[in-house]
């Protein structure tokens, strides 16, 4: 049995990547895809490897996430939404089908999708991870090339 070191910072060679985000909440879900963009660019993904698809809100990733995988031929694919807290279920009930629906294709694509999707208590916060205090959407954009150098590795020993 031998042991594979992955060392954080090693960028996948040659990929080509998807980029979901969705409309609703687009005042921040559109500082996420800069930040995401930035990040993929900043570490070498050429623009050119870069497919960006919108959706109508964070309901509709999985599919879109699944539209993206059938049709583009994408390595990965980073998902990017929010989700804000409200006087009903509905969070709960949305946040629950987002997160299932991005880990079921994870598992069956066999392919890396980078979870982007902010659920917060209220607007400000959100605000906040999307650029205030830091970008998630770049920090989504780090973690899908961080798994797919981490594949590449395990297929290159």
Known sequence: MSTVYFEAGTKPKNVKVGIVVSR???AITEKMLKGALEALKG????ESNIVVARCPGSFELPLAVKYIFDTQKVDGVVALGVVI?????HFEYVCDAVTRGITDLNLSYGKPIAFGV???DDVKQAMERAGD????????????L????LEQKLRDS
Do not use: H, Q, V
């Not at 570490?43 to 050429?46: A, K, S």
């Not at 807290?85 to 279920?89: A, I, N, S, Y």
């Open 24 to 26: 609703w909440n687009s």
């Open 146 to 149: 961080e798994m797919l150098a």
């Open 43 to 46: 570490n070498g993904i050429d």
């Open 118 to 120: 902010l659920t917060t």
């Open 133 to 144: 205090k830091g970008n998630k959407g770049g920090e989504a954009g780090l973690a899908l």
């Open 85 to 89: 807290r409200g006087g009903t279920p």
